[in-house]
Every structure is written in structure tokens, then in C-alpha cells.
């Protein structure tokens, strides 16, 4: 049987049977193609479920190119949600896919399911709603105990995060720590809705001073101007000392948010 016919039987074989793409490219033709994927990616392009798989897998083998693997692959599992499915085992029975490479799609796949999974656990401490919540997050964070952190907080329109908690700054006790730019560049970065900001005060004591008040100004201000609003400033302190622990200027009326 001559090679074309060859190639012809493969197309035409039923689904899992045999495992091997299709050899359409010379070698130069395969080489091209298979920095595709790449350059997509760093263009910011958008990209096919094969294109994407074949970044993961890297390269193809002899007289096949990468996104040729990766088409066997979607060929027999139709979509990502039923390779996610596959074990490393069936999946090194493809021709170019060694343990590696299968371990390597199967850690991309769980990382996948772990991320749907947390996204539905999500529960109302999620909602950035109330100060209290902003004090757990803020207490969860590692600071140093004799200098301020400053955070900002992204969230989108339903108030919950869309984006980490940033410390987007560090200094000691008495420094005013913190300017506009630094707050909504990490705003901007998530294309958040509105933020929240919130500090430390090593002292324990979370009563604002007058630099805070000053800070929070000229970020209501700023959030303003850029329609992203400051929605809270939330000072941390320590809640065996000075009950409870935190003061929300929001929520103290001592400034208009909106």
C-alpha cells in the first residue's frame, strides 16, 4: 500500500483507532506553523482549543508538527472538558506524547478544575461589602508588626474581588504611605469596578489620623476622576486592645464616599 493511501486509511479510521495525526506539511511548513500558537499568545490574539493545547505540549514529533497532536487529540475527546477527563495513561497512547507531556496536560487540566472549583465555592465572605470582612483579609496577610501596609482591595460590580489583594506599599509608623497612581494602577491592572483600601496601625490603636483622612480624600477624589470609586478605607488595628479592631472611615461618616 502506497503512502497516500496510507494516509488516507488514517483519516478515515474510527474515533481512538488507530493514534496518530495526519501528516498534511513538509518539515519547514510544520516548523512555521507550530509558532503560531505562541505568537497568538504573546499578541494577545484570540486562540483555538488546539492552538492552546499546543502550547502545552511544546513540540510535535518527526514529519508531524504540534497543533497536528494536538487536532488527534480533540478529534477523539471532541472538547477540553473531556480531556480533562483523560488519564496520563491514555494519553501517552498518542504518538508524540510521552509521560511528560502527558503529566504536563494533566496538571494544566487539574489546575483548571481547581480554579472552577474555588470560583464556586465563593461564599458572601467574598463580598466585600462590610469592613469586617476587609479586617479577615487584611489579618490574613503576613505584615510587619512595627510598620504600616497598605492595600488595595479590586472588586467588580457585585463587590467582590476580581483581582489579589495588593500591598502596594510598606513604610514605618508615622509615614503617610501611599500616593493616588500606586491605587489605581493596581485597579486598573484588574479592570475593577471600584476598590477599597485599607491599612495598618501598629500602635493597635485604628483610629485615623489626620494623614489617613488627607489619603483618603485625595483618593475619593482621584477614583472620581478615573470612574473607578473609592467605596471604604478600612485601618486595621488590634482588636484585644482597641474592640473591635478596625474603623471603616465609610462607615464613620467622617467623609462622603459618593
Known amino acids: 500500500m502506497n503512502e497516500s493511501k496510507v494516509r488516507e486509511n488514517v483519516r478515515e479510521a474510527a474515533t481512538f483507532n488507530p493514534r496518530k495525526p495526519n501528516a ?16 497568538k499568545m504573546l499578541a494577545g490574539l484570540p486562540m483555538t482549543d488546539a492552538e492552546l493545547l499546543a502550547i502545552i505540549l ?14 488527534a487529540l480533540l478529534k477523539d475527546y471532541d472538547n477540553l472538558a473531556m480531556l480533562a477527563k ?17 503529566i504536563q496536560i494533566a496538571a494544566v487540566m ?5 480554579v472552577k472549583a474555588s470560583q464556586h ?18 489579618l490574613g496577610y503576613k505584615m510587619s508588626i512595627d ?11 457585585k463587590c467582590r474581588l476580581c483581582g489579589p489583594m495588593t500591598e502596594v506599599t510598606r513604610g514605618t509608623l508615622d509615614s503617610s504611605l501611599v500616593h493616588p497612581r500606586e491605587v489605581f494602577k493596581v485597579a486598573l491592572k484588574w479592570s475593577a469596578a471600584s476598590v477599597i483600601v485599607a491599612h495598618n496601625h501598629p500602635s493597635g490603636d485604628p483610629t485615623p489620623s489626620k494623614e489617613d483622612l488627607d489619603v483618603t480624600r485625595r483618593l475619593i ?8 470609586p473609592l467605596t471604604d478605607h478600612v485601618v486595621v488595628g488590634d482588636d484585644e486592645l482597641f474592640p473591635p479592631g478596625f474603623h471603616s472611615i465609610r462607615r464613620s461618616g467622617v467623609l462622603a464616599f459618593d
Open 24 to 39: 498534511t506539511r513538509a518539515l519547514k511548513d510544520d516548523i512555521a506553523e507550530s509558532q503560531k500558537p505562541r505568537e
Open 58 to 71: 511544546g513540540s510535535g514529533f518527526q514529519n508531524h508538527n504540534v497543533l497536528s497532536v494536538a487536532h
Open 86 to 102: 483523560a488519564g496520563i495513561h491514555d494519553l501517552k497512547k498518542y504518538d508524540g506524547i510521552g509521560e511528560v507531556k502527558a
Open 110 to 114: 487539574e489546575i483548571a478544575r481547581r
Open 121 to 138: 465555592d465563593a461564599t458572601d465572605l467574598s463580598l466585600m461589602t462590610h469592613p469586617e470582612v476587609v479586617l479577615a483579609k487584611v
Open 147 to 157: 510598620s504600616e501596609s497598605f492595600f488595595v482591595l479590586p472588586l467588580d460590580k
Open 221 to 228: 477624589e482621584a477614583g472620581r476622576v478615573l470612574s473607578v
